[in-house]
């Protein structure tokens, strides 16, 4: 997989990723990644879910549910069509309003996204698409 690093960001198939130092809630990161120009990842590839597993860390993605409960959607505003849930996830944990999307620790697994509440601190992805006609 060919990857190119530059101050803090990655490069992969037309897209700049940047991953956080430190953690934060789902709506702080996002906005951590809007002010780069950017904002949290969406996964819309197995290959982008490969290259997500390999920074192996535990992470926001750009996913919520919090407009409509069980409507998953990316923060581009596009629904959910190809998914990595985890086994038995989405679930709202026991009631837990889980409305945020995060990858888990567990990366050998190709799938590996769990629903968790937005206020847990996660460190988060950004991406910024690179494109000559924007
Ligand atoms: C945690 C939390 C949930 C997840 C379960 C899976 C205990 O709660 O991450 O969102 O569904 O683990 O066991
Ligand atoms: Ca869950």
Redesign the pocket.
């Known amino acids: 997989m060919a990857e190119y690093s530059h101050h803090g960001w990655v490069y992969f198939n037309d897209s700049f990723y940047y991953i956080s130092a430190w953690g934060n809630s789902w709506q702080d990161s996002r906005e951590d990644c809007l002010q780069r120009g950017a904002d949290l990842v969406i996964i819309n590839s197995k290959e982008e879910q490969e290259f997500m597993r390999q920074f192996k860390k535990h992470v926001w993605i750009g996913l919520t549910d919090r407009e409509t409960e069980g409507v998953w959607e990316w923060v581009d505003g596009t629904p959910l069509t190809t998914s990595y849930w985890d086994a038995?996830?989405p679930?709202s944990?026991e009631g837990i309003d889980?409305d945020c999307g995060e990858i888990k620790l567990h990366y050998d697994d190709e799938n590996n996204w769990?629903?968790?509440s937005c206020t847990v601190q996660n460190i988060w992805i950004c991406e910024k698409k690179f494109t000559l006609t924007q």
């Open positions: 038995n996830e679930n944990h889980e769990n629903d968790v």
